[in-house]
């Protein structure tokens, strides 16, 4: 048990890597989306769990870099590969640009500017026509190989960026800007006694979880090959996300990971049957995970998880 | 006389109609214990904020070591060599007691350090203290009396030339006062940190500080020895009420 607990990224990393000659067609899209999902949640962690600030409307990013890699390949002609770097800096530069300002707002005016923030990119997308061709969509150039070597291409595209995003987290964590983003979600007033630049470290923090957003986002556009506003910009993915982060565990490495593919699966087999009462599930997992986990999944697996801290914690009233 | 490490110019902080800190000035010398004393309201507790930057001045300006603080960022004030500690404690509750010191070095530091360097250094820190024990403990399993002395020592790693202790002998017994006041008189003597430490305890303030400021409604009522100081009838009267002025030893005691 303790080799497992030593050994289990590199068992999940094989796994990952195998998977497309495991499984095809429905599933592997299926695998393909939770690996996105992923990447967004652990783009809300990075703002939201470690910074502390909870930027609901975070899928910004998502629908910036969609469009960003969409108009580089259309009226640029780009490739693919430089396309989704670009749309990944695009989502940066967006995010530097608008931090500044949205990032002085605090607790619910923040949630409320960054929800604004996506409804006027929203909007804006919708009206910069010769760009974007407004609401009817846009649609990609089609990649030009086989269906089945198409679909192991965006998952393996999916699974790089989401590998890339954990990478960065346990990078950040470990450095200077980690313990920054740390003492600021705790408390900001100290944080700046201690010589840290709030402001800073709160866009820096922004500006990376917007590079990963809007680089899932790139993928995803060429991934379907025709995008819509509403789709990109669609705030229940945001909601979606965040409830993947708490589960697994905000502020930890590989907790939305986790909490991604779980919900995602569970969505896809269990009530995937029933989209009528789908939100309604959703809305229930969250305020289960904030009642009973409200650190998430991995303690569960964390170095205290015993059978009698689960008793004691069940004792509390939480699992 | 020492040279002038900060000086006070006609400091003013409104709060609409109140004014907390009214037209204030005095210096604080490098290398002394500076005590400031005021009963509740008096505005120690803003003059602390507005040296640290976390409040902004009305009016007047603060130097320190010759610059102007008036239009500086608390990060940036804190990087010229201001520490503080909080009267309500603000620990950061989310890291491990080392951690916390670590912040302290890794960004109020002058020199730049990593997170590996911090780590050491916060490790030296602890050690100073007595504290090594507690360098892995999560600050939400100590108790708060220890979130005291966990300020001190995150302002500590900081390696300040003026450090602000805000009331960090607050709810302490007279022991652990006794240690904390040891601790400051060691820092000051042994590496030259100017201090201003604000205190209730009036007795412990007496006893450790070289000049002792008083406040009263914002205004300087009194400034120097704690001599001169105990023997003014103005801070008598306005600290401790002319009613409780004979019985003034016993009071203090009551009180805390």
């Known amino acids: ?319 | 006389m020492a040279a002038v490490i900060l000086k006070v110019g006609e400091a003013t902080k409104r709060y609409g109609g109140v004014v907390a800190v009214d037209n204030l000035s005095f210096e604080v010398y490098q290398g002394e214990i500076l005590g400031v004393i005021g009963p509740n309201g008096s505005g120690k507790s803003t003059l602390m904020n507005l040296i640290s930057g976390l409040t902004p001045l009305s009016a007047g300006d603060i130097w320190f070591t010759g610059i102007s603080l008036r239009k500086k960022k608390t990060h940036n004030i804190a990087r010229l060599g201001i520490a503080r500690t909080f009267q309500l404690l603000k620990p950061f509750k989310n890291m491990t007691v080392g951690e916390n010191v670590a912040t302290g070095a890794m960004f109020g530091h002058i020199h730049r350090m990593g997170s590996v360097e911090a780590l050491a250094r916060s490790e030296e820190i602890l050690a100073s203290l007595g504290l090594s024990h507690q360098a892995a403990v999560p600050v939400n399993k100590l108790a708060v009396a220890e979130w005291r002395r966990l300020e001190l020592a995150r302002a500590l790693a900081m390696d300040p030339k003026l450090l602000l202790l805000d009331e960090v002998m607050a709810g302490m017994v007279a022991s652990e006062v006794q240690a904390v006041v040891e601790t400051v008189k060691r820092l000051n003597r042994e590496h030259g940190v100017t201090i201003i430490v604000v205190e209730h305890i009036m007795r412990a303030v007496m006893s450790m500080a070289d000049r002792v400021l008083v406040l009263d409604r914002g205004k300087r009522l009194a400034l120097g020895t704690p001599a001169q100081v105990a023997r003014d009838p103005a801070v008598v009267s306005a600290y401790l009420g002319a009613n409780y002025a004979k019985s003034f030893p016993k009071q203090h005691e009551v009180e805390e």
């Open chain 1, 1 to 319: 048990m303790r080799r497992f607990k030593r050994y289990w990224p590199i068992f999940l990393l094989a796994v990952a890597l195998f998977l497309p000659a495991l499984v095809s067609g429905y599933w592997l899209r299926v695998f393909t989306s939770a690996l996105m999902f992923a990447v967004l949640a652990q783009g809300a962690n990075i703002i939201s769990g470690y910074a502390g600030c909870p930027a609901l409307g975070n899928i910004v990013f998502f629908g910036v870099g969609a469009y960003g890699a969409a108009v580089l390949m259309t009226a640029l002609k780009m490739p693919f590969l430089p396309a989704l770097l670009l749309s990944g800096l695009i989502g940066m530069a967006y995010a530097v640009l608008l931090g500044v300002p949205v990032l002085k707002t605090r607790g619910h005016y923040f949630v409320m500017a960054t929800i604004g923030l996506n409804d006027a990119t929203h909007e804006l997308v919708n009206n910069v026509d010769f760009l974007t061709q407004g609401s009817r969509g846009i649609a990609l150039p089609l990649p030009e190989t086989g269906k089945i070597e198409l679909l192991t291409f965006f998952y393996f595209v999916m699974l790089a960026i989401l590998l890339a995003t954990i990478f960065a987290t346990w990078l950040m964590a470990k450095s200077r800007m980690g313990y920054a983003l740390k003492a600021i979600k705790s408390d900001d007033e100290a944080a700046r006694a201690v010589g840290i630049n709030v402001t800073f470290y709160r866009v820096a923090a922004w500006a990376m979880s917007a590079f990963f957003t809007a680089m899932a986002g790139g993928a995803f556009a060429y991934w379907m090959t025709f995008i819509e506003p509403h789709v990109v910009f669609d705030i229940v993915m945001s909601v979606k996300m965040f409830i993947m982060m708490a589960l697994g565990g905000a502020g930890t490495i590989i907790g939305p990971t986790l909490g991604a593919i779980l919900l995602e699966l569970v969505s896809e087999t269990v009530w995937g049957g029933f989209p009528q009462v789908h939100y309604l599930v959703l809305g229930a997992v969250l305020v289960a995970v904030v009642v009973l986990l409200p650190e998430g999944m991995t303690l569960l697996f964390g170095k205290g998880a015993t059978l009698k801290t689960y008793r004691q914690r069940l004792k509390a009233g939480r699992l």
